[in-house]
């Protein structure tokens, strides 16, 4: 199914009948006295009503429109609304520096900047006058010296929806920046809505979005997984959104409205473990989707044991910001049931995206193909590459070979044509894989929520243990170790000990100065 436009995407669906309900965790920033409980009729205007405040601002075609606030849903109306303009969104996180929005915004150089005062206000904290890198500053929640508010600029009727050219920038991301900051991405109509959006509305059994389905996101709204996301599910019809903003407020919302389907970052499906037991919100998923990073056995596990369903699926999806999705698999109750393996089956990603993607697995200095099971880096053929990264064309540049995309991750594809992670190149440590370790000792170690194994050149792979309390149990962790390669001594910590980008990622060069190992790695970063 070919979705059209961003600008018109609501109209587009109430125009075909789609009768969704959207239920929020908290209301939009953009309308925040509007409730939390949306048809598409009220979406559609909202979307509408805010063209028409941006074209008050000055928002023309060809513009850029920076967008930076709280994580919701918002942040897709905002770009839609930007969109119908002929003007190109770009959606920043605010878990960014100051001094990362200062340089982010300098390269975009938008003609308006939507916010909100907090954002400004940490800006000024830390001397950086964010108002002063646009044309115009939009503020969401009332005034701001150097800012218009919102309230404002309401009330003035949107011109008439532009349509931009296939190939022109549709929309800009950024990636999530866990080794520096983040790059600015630019996606098209073609890549993202013809391509990516388009190829998630096609009707697939048991992994697409029924029309009775109840179907939860809880992304980050900022990051180049919401447009598509919106764009498929409101395609395919399902009776309602469960739209999650924040992880740690989510239950009422859950609860009120019992989702079938959920797609979630992994930082949150790890924060939502208590919520597993028998009467929790999960008890009718018939289908998770995990995307954005990896996700180990023990929390895959607990979901699957959540839901009340005869035979509840996983769908995991690797892909980049820049590619979409590349390869998945489908793992069941029966693939997770042998607990503490060495060799966890979440390591294997499945398969390249049928008629689409091509994946091949290369020597990274010499770029020769390698035999199946070689370690190596790893390389894609797709047609819905992005086609710039702002103010870093040779870094893009640098990143294509052959007319093969270069992903920056290691893995090993298996003799049956399947893919399995090893790292990013600039985490590896050599003979091992650090993201498997992260598994097994995830598996193995009770109390440990998350595990990140840090390699430096000289000294033995360094495990930083995450639990709740920020004790561990020492003597598991022994018994965890019989057939590990050498370990120091862990590090432990708590969730909020660990620096973390916008979607939950832990920030690796961030954590090694928490943990005092240093910067040097094994990797080149090259290709990050």
């Not at 969704?20 to 009729?41: E, I, K, Q, S, Y």
């Not at 050498?486 to 100065?513: N, S």
Request: hydrophobic share 40%; proline share 9%; glycine share 8%.
């Amino acid at each position: 199914m070919k979705v059209r436009s961003l600008g018109t995407l609501f109209d587009d669906v109430v125009a075909r009948g789609i009768r969704t309900v959207v239920h929020l965790d908290r209301p939009l920033d953009l309308a925040p006295l509007r409730g939390t409980r949306f048809d598409l009729p009220a979406v559609a205007a909202l979307v509408r009503e805010t063209a028409g405040a941006l074209h008050a601002a000055g928002v023309g075609p060809g513009d850029s429109v920076a967008v930076v606030k709280e994580n919701h849903w918002d942040y897709v109306l905002i770009a839609a609304a930007a969109a119908r303009l002929g003007a190109v969104p770009a959606l920043l996180s605010d878990h960014l520096t100051p001094e990362s929005l200062q340089i982010l915004l300098k390269r975009l150089e938008p003609t308006a900047l939507v916010t909100t005062r907090a954002v400004l206000d940490d800006g000024h904290e830390h001397g950086i006058d964010l108002t002063s890198l646009v044309g115009c500053t939009v503020c969401l929640d009332g005034e701001q010296p150097g800012a218009v508010s919102l309230a404002s600029l309401r009330g003035t009727p949107p011109p008439p929806p532009v349509e931009r050219a296939p190939d022109a920038p549709l929309v800009v991301n950024h990636t999530s920046g866990t080794t520096g900051l983040p790059k600015l991405v630019v996606h098209t109509t073609r890549t993202l809505l013809h391509g990516i959006a388009a190829a998630e509305a096609t009707r697939v059994p048991v992994v697409s979005t029924r029309a009775s389905d109840t179907a939860c996101s809880a992304i980050a709204f900022s990051h180049g997984r919401a447009v598509p996301w919106t764009a498929s599910v409101l395609s395919l019809g399902p009776r309602e959104l469960v739209v999650v903003s924040d992880a740690e407020n989510a239950e009422p919302v859950l609860r009120a409205h019992p989702p079938t389907t959920v797609e979630a970052l992994p930082s949150t499906y790890v924060r939502w473990m208590p919520m597993t037991g028998p009467d929790g919100p999960f008890r009718g998923v018939r289908l998770y989707v995990s995307t954005f990073d990896a996700m180990h056995p023990p929390t895959v596990r607990a979901y699957l044991g959540a839901t009340a369903r005869r035979g509840p699926l996983w769908l995991q999806v690797w892909g980049q910001t820049e590619t979409g999705p590349l390869t998945f698999r489908v793992l069941t109750r029966r693939a997770l049931a042998a607990a503490e393996r060495r060799h966890p089956t979440t390591r294997d990603l499945g398969r390249p995206v049928p008629g689409r993607t091509r994946l091949k697995v290369v020597d990274p200095r010499t770029f020769a193909e390698l035999p199946p099971g070689t370690p190596g880096l790893v390389l894609v053929r797709t047609p819905v590459v992005c086609v710039g990264y702002v103010g870093e064309h040779d870094r893009w540049h640098a990143k294509w070979n052959d007319g093969w995309w270069n992903t920056g991750d290691v893995g090993v594809r298996t003799p049956l044509g399947a893919f399995r992670l090893l790292d990013r190149e600039v985490d590896l440590i050599p003979g091992h894989s650090g993201v498997e370790l992260e598994d097994v000792i995830e598996d193995r170690v009770p109390g440990v929520v998350e595990c990140v194994v840090l390699g430096t050149p000289g000294t033995t792979p360094v495990p930083v243990l995450v639990t709740r309390d920020g004790t561990l149990d020492v003597w598991a962790w022994r018994a965890a170790q019989y057939d590990l390669p050498p370990l120091a001594e862990p590090v432990v910590l708590t969730w909020e000990q660990v620096p973390r980008t916008g979607t939950g990622k832990v920030r690796r060069m961030e954590l090694r100065e928490v943990v005092h190992r240093g910067q040097d790695t094994y990797g080149t970063g090259l290709w990050t």
